[in-house]
């Protein structure tokens, strides 16, 4: 069995990690963690980064979607969850045209798109959940 295709995801100095994936027919989609700045496909991610920041080399959550062409994989679209601190992604389902993704989140407020969660005063870690409508 050989392989299909491959990809890569990352930029100069910064760190990307694939944490989780699930395969929808041809479409993947990815959630992982990143520092400073990457890049996937055409679209440029960056940490959110603050002079308040303990950690200045934080992570971010990253969620993409990939399609696959059977000759190569295509990024579709990307997102970043984050905050000024440390943020990481626990897991990733799949139902209907929703995307769930789950994690944790050291920062006062975490933004996923347009919204924002608080961690509770003095909470340090707290753990979020999140849908993402895949309905266009």
Excluded: C
């Amino acid at each position: 069995m050989g392989a299909g295709w491959g990809g890569v995801a990352g930029s100069l100095y910064a760190r990307a990690e694939a944490q989780k994936l699930v395969v929808d027919g041809p479409d993947l989609y990815v959630a992982g963690t990143f520092t400073q700045t990457v890049e996937l496909g055409n679209t440029r991610l960056t940490t959110a980064q603050s002079a308040e920041a303990k950690n200045p080399g934080n992570s971010d959550v990253f969620i993409a979607k990939l399609h696959d062409t059977e000759k190569a994989g295509r990024f579709v679209w990307a997102q970043r969850v984050g905050g000024p601190e440390d943020e990481g992604a626990t897991a990733l389902v799949l139902q209907d045209q929703h995307l769930g993704v789950s994690g944790y989140f050291f920062s006062d407020t975490l933004a996923i798109g347009t919204r924002r969660l608080a961690n509770p005063p003095a909470a340090g870690l707290s753990a979020f959940f999140a849908t993402l409508s895949l309905a266009h």
